[in-house]
């Protein structure tokens, strides 16, 4: 090979799922179309080997599937894939031995063998050298914050602990290409930080490593990927860096509202005001005060808004203009904002 | 490429690295199975179950043929204990099918792994195939020490026990990865489906019944499987020859049908089963494990 292949090459790549019908639903009232459920709908990617790149998207975006797509472990319904070269459906031996994945949020693993057994059986399914896996296994752990535990069965561990041996598991094999899936899922702060050092670490490591992140926390994205693909109902919106995203919104300014008495509905004014592009809201119980987030058309469009509020019944409180973070950038394409899907 | 530390270990050639995953797993699969919380619990799986079902053989036995115990006895009971090998190697990979993807929830991380599911699966039947082989071999004791049960160390063909037992094998663990292959597409109670067809072969394996006593339809299914053989070649080898009523009765074979063959012929026989049923169930498993990523069946949690 002259030139050495991207880590990951899609080419309009997508997933249907058939649906069983329900039984109540009769057959007349569901179209063949409602029975099918399109999840990846043709997603056009380019990776570089080294980079840390993220796919965010609200929940049933379709990043789930394509990083089982992209580890062979499903089957495209249409368009092709590629992982360092490698097709996804003719050669997934050899993207096998190449990769490795991450889910988090699950509880996965022989509770019957003890958190180092679980590891070093993996590093043998990839052909570690046994040294070189204990070796490997005892830096993991300890990094993890696992080094304890490491002859602990897996049946008595938390879920989070459980997480973090899987964490390592997806390490130990020392992958050209890591899929992880929401790593960060449902660990307590501290070890979730320590998990993205240590990822970072990684890359940092050997440029020739390559990692496809997805995440819900719009913080952990900006700050891990040098790379962001947001995507929603099985499609790419935007990809670039999260610098780049921020910077598409740099004509539109975003601007921070607090304001008192306001109803559902008349939030509901406020955002079909002309000139509203986005607006998400979060309600503070201590001051009952909705806090609201806006992203505008112009700067103008402000006084408008100022207006809609007041004949809502609405007091203003509080009105500041701010940088677009990504979560605005987010709101914009997507049209709702991540936080309400998190905290469903 | 560069003097960077090259990523990809993979050394070893792939027929090396099929026995390390077999013998990883069959590890794995002895953890799974020596995991008994209850020693009680093994104890009554494994050795009071097996050995409760052939008492009732002997209590049926004794009700329907008097206390004479003639060699149909001997049919019965070496078949019934080697039929816990045949249950065993059929249902096993199914189980661990449903095993690894519903409760450890790890298949999709094997399957995402650089192993041959073959090696793996194959590797795991091992400890419960090595429980089947041992409770047979306690159950075919048991028969001769205390209920009548003609076998002796001195009359076993122990040439064509191995023989026969090496031919089996293939067969049996084929039949097993068939079905591992359908619990890998099936939805709902996948747990059951080996353990069902286990049973259905019962019938037409010439466990109980030889096929000259089954109707036309089932005695041609019979003759088609290949257990049938097996059992056969296994009951002559451990009785020291072939089983006949008694002199009585006619002396006649217990299953004139199979006395047709010869021990050599037996062998053959099952030869080419095993050749014909290593390569359908390659080429069925590859297929339908096809199916199943297609269908995103690899990672699907039934909840069965
Ligand atoms: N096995 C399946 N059968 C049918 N539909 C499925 C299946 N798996 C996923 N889907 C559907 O495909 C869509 C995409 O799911 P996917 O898991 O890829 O989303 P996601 O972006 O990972 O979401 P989340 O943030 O919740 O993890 C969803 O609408 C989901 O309901
Ligand atoms: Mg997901």
């Known amino acids: 090979m002259s030139q050495s292949p991207l880590a990951i090459k899609t080419d309009n790549v997508g997933r249907i799922y058939k649906k069983k019908a329900a039984k109540r639903v009769s057959r007349a009232s569901s179209p063949d179309s409602s029975r099918q459920l399109v999840a990846l709908d043709g997603v056009t990617l380019e990776v570089e080997k080294g980079e840390l790149f993220g796919l965010l998207g609200p929940n049933g975006a379709g990043k789930t599937t394509l990083i089982k797509v992209l580890t062979t472990l499903l089957t495209p319904s249409f368009g092709s894939a590629e992982v360092l070269g490698y097709d996804v459906v003719r050669e997934p031996k050899a993207i096998r031995e190449r990769i490795n994945m991450v889910s988090g949020g699950e509880t996965s693993g022989y509770g019957i063998l003890t958190v180092k057994e679980n590891l070093w059986m993996f590093s043998q399914f990839y052909g570690v050298p046994t040294k070189e896996a204990h070796r490997r296994s005892d830096e993991l752990l300890a990094r993890l914050e696992l080094t304890g535990m490491k002859d602990t069965r897996v049946s008595g561990l938390s879920t989070g602990e459980r997480q973090r041996m899987n964490f390592c598991r997806g390490f130990i094999t020392d ?170 | 490429m560069t003097s960077l530390p090259k990523l990809h270990r993979f050394n070893s050639t792939s027929l090396e690295h099929e026995w390390r995953t077999f013998r990883i797993a069959a590890w794995l699969g002895w953890q799974v199975e020596s995991n008994w919380t209850v020693p009680i619990v093994f104890f009554i799986y494994a050795i009071l179950r097996p050995i409760s079902t052939a008492l009732i053989l002997l209590l049926m036995y004794i009700v329907i043929a008097g206390n004479h115990r003639g060699e149909y006895f001997d049919y019965l009971y070496i078949s019934n204990a080697l039929y816990l090998i045949v249950m065993q190697s059929i249902a096993n990979m199914s189980w661990t099918v449903l095993e690894d993807r519903e409760h450890y929830r790890m298949l999709k991380y094997i399957y995402t792994a650089p192993v041959s599911l073959f090696a793996y699966l194959i590797g795991r039947a091992v400890a419960r195939l090595s429980i089947g082989i041992s409770t047979s071999v306690l159950l075919l004791t048991v028969g001769a020490l205390w209920m009548g049960l003609h076998l002796s160390l001195l009359s076993v063909q122990w040439g064509w026990l191995v023989t026969y037992f090496a031919l089996g094998i293939p067969v049996l663990l084929s039949f097993g990865i068939v079905i591992a292959g359908l619990a890998l597409v099936i939805t709902r109670n996948g747990e059951f489906m080996g353990e069902i067809i286990a049973s259905m072969l019962l019938l037409v394996c010439s466990v109980y019944f030889p096929p000259d006593i089954l109707p036309v339809i089932l005695r041609k299914l019979s003759l088609a499987m290949p257990v049938t053989y097996w059992l056969e070649g296994m009951r002559r080898a451990l009785a020291g020859g072939l089983l006949r009523y008694s002199a009585a009765m006619g002396g006649r074979p217990i299953s004139p049908r199979l006395a047709l063959y010869s021990n050599s012929d037996l062998a053959m026989i099952l030869a080419c089963f095993s050749v014909v049923g290593v390569t359908i169930s390659f080429f069925f498993y590859r297929w339908i494990e096809g199916v199943a990523k297609a269908r995103g069946m690899i990672d699907r949690i039934t909840g069965f």
């Not at chain 1, 100022?306 to 049209?335: M, R």
């Open chain 1, 175 to 344: 992958p050209e290409v890591l899929f992880l899936d929401e790593p960060t899922l449902g660990l307590d702060v501290h070890i979730a930080r320590v998990t993205r050092e240590f990822t970072r670490e990684w890359m940092r490591k050997n440029p020739e490593r390559t990692v496809l992140l997805t995440t819900h926390y719009m913080a952990e994205a900006d700050e891990l990927c040098d790379r962001i693909a947001i995507i929603d109902k099985g499609r790419v919106l935007a990809c670039d860096t999260p610098e780049n995203l921020k910077r598409m919104l740099q004509a539109q300014p975003v601007f921070q509202i607090r304001a008192g008495g306001l109803s559902e509905s008349g939030i509901d004014g406020i955002r079909s005001t002309t000139g509203v592009i986005g607006l998400t809201q979060e309600f503070d119980l201590e001051t009952s005060h909705h806090s609201l987030n806006l992203i505008l058309q112009e700067e103008s469009v402000i006084s408008d808004v100022v207006g809609a509020i007041g004949a809502a019944g609405g007091k203003l409180v509080g009105l500041e203009k701010h940088e677009p973070t990504l979560e605005d950038v987010f709101v914009k394409l997507v049209g709702r904002s991540l936080k309400e899907d998190v905290t469903e």
